[in-house]
Structure formats: structure tokens, C-alpha cells
């Protein structure tokens, strides 16, 4: 048999463990995995030889902000910089765009303003605010591959947040049909007032860890109440990883997951007036980290995803560097991987472990399952990934809209040398293996 492309790699990362493999690609999938050195037909071979070879990453938390606030990132950006980060699928968030997901009509006017610009797959998260609940269920039969819902102000009006009574509905509504909901899990109660500081501790006390954890006991109580499926996102506070455990062990439908931002930095590394480290819930102390790796690596944690929540340069008042009116979002799509990477192999970690994190849970999650793993049948989706080269962080060679982030000047551990998306080449920076196209080839996806 003639296939279209075979990939070797001596460390290619398969659901099985890391092993010698030849990926071989017929169409837009994988068609057969070989022993490394097996002979096979092919119109293109790439031999990688040490670099490993992993499966497109999935990011489900990815604020793109089109339509209504596409100058904030947008489709053609946001994807650009997820396919230079080895991410072949993203799954947006209903909110920050204008009008925001809450309604197939609105769905389907995003899916129009994505049309033809995206570089890697893109599915969408609808959102369940006060007064849609007749709007979950269509929502739901239209592809969306869950639910996004705030338990306080969401810092966009067309956005409400649910109060205990509409999150508790809005479950209910979405176990009927086994749908997923997600939750921004602080408690407005526990946050604190702030007023205007270049002091990053000030905004970390303003955003106690106990906002998130009445939250979170919030969400537990209405999963368990309606058999409904829940989900935490960006998980900050440590503290709650025993509290999510005893969930999931008492066979509440629970998941959580956490972001590289919370894993890789330490409130005790943010300088006077740097608000690019500003996010919501904030970046916590050392210790706080620590305890996050250790409920990650005990399983407690699901998955990390990047929360890239980009905005307007301005409004993250750099000039003033008040930590009180700038705008709580980090930029980190392209950057994701080598950061989880950079820290998770000094503990001791491996690419498998990278793997599960950041492709094929985001996928079980968002229920994409031709997606996140190197498998027979699964889309051609592949990263080529240099483990051992390091790199410092210039915000000039992103591909988000704006080069705004706290990585810049880092140094990383970790290149994409290249990635693919369904077997098509995507990037074109000189020293690559191959070159991509020039044409976006990314597909809008429906859930499953």
C-alpha cells in the first residue's frame, strides 16, 4: 500500500508510551503505525530521528474575541500562533466576542466570521447565561462541545454571570442531554476591593484562594444535585485539589484543569507594575505551584490549557501598571508547550505525561475524538518537537495579534520544529523540515 506521508521518529509518543514508530498518513488520517524502521511506500518520508514526534496538541480554553472584538486576536492570528506552538486544535470560548455565543444564531455568526481564516481545526464552546436556558439544548444539537458559565462578573456586559439557582438549572438542563458544563469558579463574595496598585500582592489578596474554593464547592453541590457533568477551568487555588478529589471519589462527574501560566510562574517572580501577568484567578506563591504539579502529576488534575485571553495593548494599562483597571488575560497560545515542558521535565516528567496533559485529555474532554492522539484512524494531526532545544521568549516572532506577554525574555526549553494538521504542512519558518502552505486548511468542527 502507497500512503501519502510516513513520519519516523525514534521517540514517537503513542497511547501506549513512547517508543521507535513510523506514522504512516493515507488521506487525512493515520493509516498505519509501523516499527520505525519498517519499509513502506510513500510519496513523502521525513525521517525526524531523536526529535519526538507528538500528536497535535488540543486547546480547549481560547479566547479568540471574532467577531465584535477582533482587535483583540482574531481567527487568523489565534491560529497562526496554535499551529507555531504544535496546538492543531483549538476550541473557542463563547465570550469576548460580540455578539457571544449564546444562541445557534450567534454560533452561526461566528462560524461565519471564522470562515477560511483558520490555519489549525477550530470548535466552539457555547455560553449559558441568565435567560438562555431554551437556547442550551439547540445549541447542543448544533455542535457546540459544551458550556462556559461565570459565577461572577465576567468583565464583558453581553456576558452574565449564573447565580446558584441558574447554575443549578442550566445543569440540570444539560444532563438531559449529557452535555458539559464548564465553569469561571470564583465567588464574587470573597473578592476583595482593590484600588489602584502597581503592587502584584495587593491583586493576588484582592482574589483570595477561598473565592475559588466557594465556588467550586458551589459546582459540586449542583453536579451532584442534577447527575449533570461539570468541568473547573483554570484551576489557581491549590488547596481545592483535595476537595475536587473527594468529588470525583464520591462519582460526582467532575473535571478540572489548570494553565501553564499557574505551573510555570510564582506570584514571588511578578515585578512592580508588570500587569501582562495579570489573569483571573491570579497567579499564586511558590508553594501554591508546587501543590498545583503535585495535583496534576496525582491525576486530581485533568488537563492544562492555555486560557489565552488576549486584549487591546492599551488596556493593559502598561503605562500606569495598575493591577486594579488593567484587563486580566495572558497571552500564551504559541508558548504553551515549551513552558509545561520546561518545568515538567526538571520534575522529572515525560513527554508522555505532556501528552495526556495537553492533547489527549483537552480532547476526551471536549469530546473531539478524531483528536489529541497518535492512533490508527485519529486525523494526521502531528508535532515535531525538539525536547532539548532552549530558546528565549521574543515577543516579536509570536503570531498573536499583540506581542504582550509575560514570557518575554524567558527561556524556554523545548522547539516546534514543525506541525501538521490532517497531513498538511503548516509552518514556513526557515529551518523547518518541510514548508507549509500558504493557504489556511483549518475546518470548523462540530463536537464528536
Known amino acids: 500500500m502507497a500512503y501519502d506521508l ?5 521517540r514517537a509518543v503513542l497511547p501506549g508510551g513512547t517508543q521507535a514508530a513510523a506514522v504512516a498518513v493515507g488521506g487525512s488520517s493515520i493509516a498505519a503505525i509501523e516499527d520505525y524502521g519498517t519499509r513502506l511506500e510513500a510519496a513523502r518520508e521525513i525521517d525526524l530521528g531523536d526529535l519526538a514526534l507528538l500528536p497535535g496538541l488540543v486547546d480547549t480554553h481560547v479566547h479568540v474575541n471574532e467577531p465584535g472584538r477582533t482587535e483583540w486576536e482574531g481567527f487568523a492570528t489565534a491560529t497562526r500562533a496554535a499551529a507555531a506552538g504544535g496546538v492543531t486544535t483549538i476550541c473557542d470560548m463563547p465570550l469576548n466576542s460580540v455578539p457571544p455565543t449564546t444562541s445557534v444564531a450567534a ?5 461565519a466570521a471564522a470562515a477560511g481564516k483558520c490555519w489549525v481545526d477550530v470548535a466552539f464552546w457555547g455560553g449559558a447565561v441568565p435567560g438562555n436556558e431554551a437556547a442550551l439544548v439547540p445549541l ?8 462556559k458559565c461565570f459565577l461572577l462578573d465576567s468583565g464583558a ?3 452574565p454571570p449564573l447565580d ?3 447554575l443549578r438549572t442550566a445543569l440540570g438542563t444539560l444532563a438531559g442531554v449529557d452535555a458539559l458544563l464548564i465553569a469561571h469558579a470564583e465567588a ?5 476591593p482593590l484600588e489602584a496598585t502597581r503592587d502584584f500582592w495587593s491583586f493576588v489578596d484582592s482574589r483570595p484562594r477561598v473565592a475559588e474554593r466557594r465556588a467550586i464547592e458551589q459546582v459540586i453541590s449542583a453536579a451532584a444535585a442534577t447527575g449533570g457533568r461539570a468541568h473547573i477551568v483554570h484551576l489557581s487555588a491549590a488547596d481545592c485539589v483535595a476537595m475536587i478529589s473527594g468529588a470525583k471519589a464520591a462519582g460526582i462527574r467532575l473535571t478540572v484543569e489548570t494553565c501553564p501560566h499557574y505551573l510555570y510562574f510564582a506570584a514571588e ?5 508588570a500587569t501582562e501577568f495579570k489573569s483571573c484567578p491570579p497567579i499564586r506563591d511558590a508553594y501554591n505551584r508546587e501543590a498545583l504539579w503535585r495535583g496534576l502529576e496525582g491525576g486530581v488534575i485533568d488537563c492544562v490549557v492555555s486560557d489565552h485571553s488576549p486584549c487591546a495593548p492599551e488596556l493593559k494599562l502598561a503605562d500606569s501598571g495598575d493591577f486594579a483597571g488593567a484587563w486580566g488575560g495572558i497571552a500564551s497560545l504559541q508558548l504553551g508547550l515549551s513552558a509545561v515542558w520546561t518545568v515538567a521535565r526538571e520534575r522529572g516528567r515525560t513527554l508522555d505525561d505532556v501528552a495526556r496533559w495537553m492533547a489527549s485529555a483537552p480532547a476526551a474532554l471536549a469530546g473531539l475524538t478524531a483528536k489529541g492522539r497518535l492512533a490508527v484512524g485519529a486525523d494526521a494531526d502531528l508535532t515535531a518537537f525538539d525536547p532539548d532545544e532552549t530558546y528565549v521568549v521574543d515577543p516579536a516572532k509570536l503570531y498573536h495579534r499583540h506581542p504582550v506577554t509575560p514570557y518575554a525574555g524567558r527561556t524556554l526549553t523545548g522547539r516546534v520544529r514543525q506541525t501538521w494538521l490532517r497531513g498538511t504542512a ?3 519558518d526557515e529551518g523547518l523540515l518541510e514548508g507549509g502552505g500558504e493557504t489556511p486548511v483549518g475546518r470548523l468542527l462540530k463536537r464528536g
Open 6 to 10: 510516513v513520519i519516523r521518529s525514534r
Open 107 to 111: 454560533l452561526e455568526e461566528k462560524r
Open 140 to 147: 447542543h444539537e448544533a455542535g457546540v462541545v459544551g458550556f
Open 157 to 159: 456586559p453581553e456576558f
Open 164 to 166: 446558584t439557582a441558574g
Open 188 to 192: 464574587a463574595a470573597e473578592i476583595k
Open 269 to 273: 517572580q511578578v515585578p512592580e507594575g
Open 426 to 428: 503548516l509552518l514556513q
